[in-house]
């Protein structure tokens, strides 16, 4: 199956910093997602994105499926960003997971 | 929020007994997914339904077992307990083959001692 890895593992950002999170996948597919799971264990689709750049409000994604890799950048991170964020990735019509990014926003 | 409830949403259990997950939609979705979610290993997909009695595994089915019998409730079931299959459960849902959206319910944390 394909295989999906995120970088870093682990972020600690001040309230007001941006980042940037990587997904790297090993071979080319038709349907990548980001999801943002808060710290109450809730998972939240943020992102369709099998290629291009899309935006929503204070976090963007691109993926660029040639080069088999996709960004999340949070501008202005704010507390309530913390979580882990997870991409994911089309494997034979199912969904492959990342190991996940934890960010941490402090105040 | 997309209607997806699960029950129990935590349980403990002891090793070698049954126990079964339930994940309702009221969406209406054709499309639903077991997950476990363990440490260092991200969301894992176990069984999936891409239609009422149609089912299918996914990379870790081994101990599992899944019934849709009606396009809003999915089961979840372990026919004998273990200790490796404590972890936090998800229930997903989508409309579309391709997963365009999935949507997650609120999970459920299983301890089997």
């Known amino acids: 199956g394909i295989q999906v890895e995120q970088s870093p593992p682990d972020l600690i950002l001040q309230e007001g910093a941006n980042s940037t999170l990587r997904c790297n996948f090993s071979?080319?597919?038709?349907?990548l997602q980001w999801f943002h799971q808060n710290p109450w264990g809730q998972l939240i689709n943020l992102f369709y994105?099998?290629?291009g750049t899309k935006q929503n409000g204070r976090l963007s994604a691109t993926t660029v499926a040639t080069e088999r890799y996709s960004l999340l950048y949070i501008s202005s991170s704010q507390t309530t960003d913390s979580g882990v964020y997870f991409c994911?990735?089309?494997?034979?019509?199912?969904?492959?997971f990342g190991a996940g990014t934890t960010v941490t926003v402090r105040a | 929020d997309a209607g997806i409830t699960q029950s129990p949403r935590h349980k403990v259990t002891e090793t070698g007994t049954p126990v079964t997950l339930r994940c309702h939609q009221t969406?209406?979705?054709?499309?639903m997914y077991w997950y476990r979610q363990d440490p260092g290993h991200g969301l894992r997909l176990i069984h999936y339904?891409?239609?009422?009695?149609?089912?299918d595994k996914g990379e870790v089915s081994d101990g599992y077992s899944v019934s849709r019998s009606k396009t809003e409730d999915f089961l979840l079931t372990l026919e004998s307990a273990t200790s490796s299959q404590t972890s936090v459960y998800f229930c997903?849902?989508?409309?579309?083959?391709?997963?365009?959206?999935?949507?997650f319910g609120p999970g459920t944390r299983l301890l089997v001692l």
């Open positions: 071979d080319s597919v038709n349907n």
């Open positions: 994105i099998p290629s």
């Open positions: 994911a990735v089309e494997d034979d019509y199912k969904l492959s």
């Open positions: 969406e209406n979705h054709r499309y």
């Open positions: 339904s891409y239609g009422v009695k149609d089912t």
């Open positions: 997903a849902i989508s409309p579309l083959a391709h997963q365009e959206t999935q949507y």
